[in-house]
């Protein structure tokens, strides 16, 4: 395997694909233990404010889903090449991040960045599956969280669950999916935090205001939009890509 290559190696565990679907990906945190108060929702738009209007406020996470293209991949490998590896870990650190050694498992990962950063932590229910990984994370450095995420059965079991009841039929582990899953987060220091576990670390995107959301202006401009711009002017002309937001259940 390539130094830079981020990508988990043959032999390692393999799940089968979550579909890109905000039911599935709510079912799934759900279960673990995450308060139903909260559900994932699609964003139609991040330029029409009437469409933007649907989406309930405030928001607590923001997935972007998208092909992995070569544009992206030059440009993490010039942003990771001075980077050490992160080593963050205990009460002291701002995000939670999980590096991703699970095969196929990178929409489950941006799903616990999430749930387990900001102001969606405080709604997991206690007691829960989900309580307990995240309590048992936390002092944990990252290869040793990567593990415990590995070898946890309550997530291997609700991530069976939640990827067999999509809309469409589920792809086989053993498949080469291109879709890829990076998560916003915004700390309680205000900072906007990008997670993504074939990344060496989190990566801090700038300071947000105290009244501004993952989904908010500058948000956006700090996030999703600059890799836009980054994949629109390489000329790739594959701007496949959407967006998923962790707010208030409308149910």
Not at 119 to 135: E, F, G, Y
């Amino acid at each position: 395997m390539a130094e830079d290559n981020p990508d988990v190696p043959a032999g390692k565990k393999r799940f089968i694909p979550l579909e890109n679907n905000p039911e599935v990906m709510s079912a799934l945190v759900h279960k673990l233990g995450l308060s139903e108060k909260l559900a994932f929702h699609d964003v139609f738009s991040i330029d029409e404010p009437e469409l933007l209007a649907f989406v309930p406020r405030p928001a607590h996470a923001l997935l972007l889903v998208f092909p992995v293209s070569e544009t992206y991949e030059k440009f993490r490998r010039q942003e990771d090449a001075d980077k050490p590896e992160y080593k963050g870990h205990g009460d002291g650190e701002e995000v939670v991040w999980y590096k991703q050694t699970i095969a196929n498992a990178c929409g489950l990962i941006g799903l616990l960045h999430g749930v387990s950063n900001g102001t969606a932590r405080a709604n997991i229910q206690p007691d829960s599956d989900l309580a307990k990984l995240v309590q048992d994370a936390i002092p944990l450095k990252p290869a040793e969280r990567a593990d415990l995420l590995y070898e946890s059965e309550a997530l291997e079991s609700a991530h069976q669950s939640a990827a067999a009841g999509g809309d469409t039929s589920a792809p086989a582990a053993e498949d080469h999916v291109d879709l890829h899953y990076v998560c916003f987060v915004k700390s309680g220091d205000n900072n906007l935090w990008e997670l993504d576990g074939r990344r060496k670390g989190p990566l801090n995107r700038g300071k947000l205001s105290a009244d501004e959301d993952v989904l908010s202006e500058k948000a956006l401009d700090l996030g999703v939009r600059s890799f836009l711009k980054r994949e629109s002017e390489a000329g790739g002309g594959d701007l496949r890509f959407s967006l998923i937001t962790l707010a208030e259940s409308l149910d």
